[in-house]
């Protein structure tokens, strides 16, 4: 368990949200296989609804106008100190500006932008909002890879930006992976080198405590899941939520201590 109590540091992912179209259809699915609660926003913010664990913001619910939104997926932010310094750094580099820095009132400041390989993502300058106040624990954030056609591309531009190490890992024979570490050591995700994926994107990977159960619960709340599958860091099945965005669920195995 991380509690989160200032802004991380650059290009940690610090932040999730998601766009949906049915708030309420959203609230009763990600609170049965989570366990979160929701704090419901004002309407001239949009409803952006907060997901609660313990009283601690784990990520957020957006409405979206379903006659202009036909897709759907988990947004990541990352952190940084200076998001218009970062997003020309970015713009530099080659990514594209999907929205341009702004200040959301005294919550903090953000970006959008689309990498040299294709993915969305997110910048974050935290103020009164720091981020995902809990981490690293059942029903929060535990981790986010980037899936990509493009490693190399990917590669370059993340390690530029935010100073990450590359590393490889060999304990995954066959996969084209890669670990994104921080100036610290720090393991902040990675890039996964996919010829096949139909597009480049982020993926988000949230701990539960039985991966099994989580699987029942998003069945039974309108999702679709593949079976859990034991894999050399735990037990984890893909998820599609009721308006078609993806996430990943995982659990340590039994018998496998936590680092």
């Known amino acids: 368990m991380t509690t989160v109590t200032a802004n991380q540091p650059l290009g940690t992912p610090t932040w999730i949200d998601l766009g949906i179209p049915d708030l ?54 990352l952190a940084t100190d200076d998001v218009d310094d970062t997003t020309a750094k970015c713009r530099a580099l080659g990514a594209e500006p999907l929205a341009e820095p702004m200040q959301i009132a005294d919550q903090g400041s953000m970006s959008i932008l689309r990498d040299p390989s294709g993915a969305q993502f997110g910048l974050w300058q935290g103020a009164a909002h720091v981020g995902c106040e809990l981490v690293n624990e059942p029903g929060a954030l535990l981790r986010n890879d980037l899936v990509t056609t493009d490693p190399v591309a990917a590669r370059s ?63 039974g709340a309108g999702g679709t899941a593949e079976d859990a599958t034991n894999m050399k860091y735990g037990r984890t099945a893909e998820i599609t939520d009721p308006f078609g965005a993806t996430f990943t669920v995982g659990a340590p195995l039994p018998g496998v201590q936590e680092a």
């Open 24 to 77: 309420e259809l959203a609230m009763s699915f990600y609170g049965s296989v989570f366990g979160w609660e929701f704090d419901v926003g004002p309407e001239e913010f949009g409803r952006y609804t907060m997901c609660l664990l313990r009283g601690k913001k784990v990520a957020a619910l957006m409405p979206v106008d379903a006659e202009t939104s036909t897709a759907y997926w988990w947004n990541v932010y």
């Open 157 to 219: 531009f993340y390690s530029t930006v935010f100073g990450f190490t590359l590393d490889g890992n060999d304990e995954l024979p066959g996969v084209d992976f890669t670990f994104l570490r921080r100036p610290d050591g720090h393991e902040v995700g990675g890039i996964i080198g996919d010829p096949q994926v139909a597009a480049s994107s982020w993926g988000t990977l949230f701990q539960v405590e039985d991966a099994d159960r989580a699987v029942a619960a998003a069945r």
